[in-house]
């Protein structure tokens, strides 16, 4: 769990009343990352578009990994052709 200092959580109304300042502290790299909290829960974070650019990019990295692992695990697996399915599970081409 990542941890937020004090001055890293701003409620949600202050938020509103400040959006400009709050993003300037971002923008300006004052402040790493806010964190906004409604009805005393954090609800979101504001982060600089760089740092969620780079996060996507390293989550997409990981989905592809996992898939690459998927498909070497099943790679020696038993297969069938797409026609054999379809006469076994009794579906005709015209069915499709």
């Known amino acids: 769990m990542v941890a937020y200092t004090r001055d890293e ?3 949600a109304t202050d938020l509103a009343r400040n959006v400009s300042g709050t993003l300037n502290s971002i923008i300006k790299k004052t402040k790493e990352k806010i964190a906004i909290s409604k009805n005393n ?3 979101a974070v504001i982060i600089d578009i760089e740092e969620y650019e780079r996060l996507k ?16 695990e099943r790679k020696d697996s038993e ?7 379809l006469e076994k599970e009794g579906i005709s081409y015209d069915e499709l």
């Open 9 to 11: 959580i701003i409620s």
């Open 57 to 72: 990019e390293a989550y997409e990295l990981m989905e592809h990994a996992e898939i690459a692992k998927i498909v070497e």
């Open 79 to 85: 297969t069938i052709d797409f026609e054999t399915l």
């Open 41 to 43: 829960r954090l609800e």
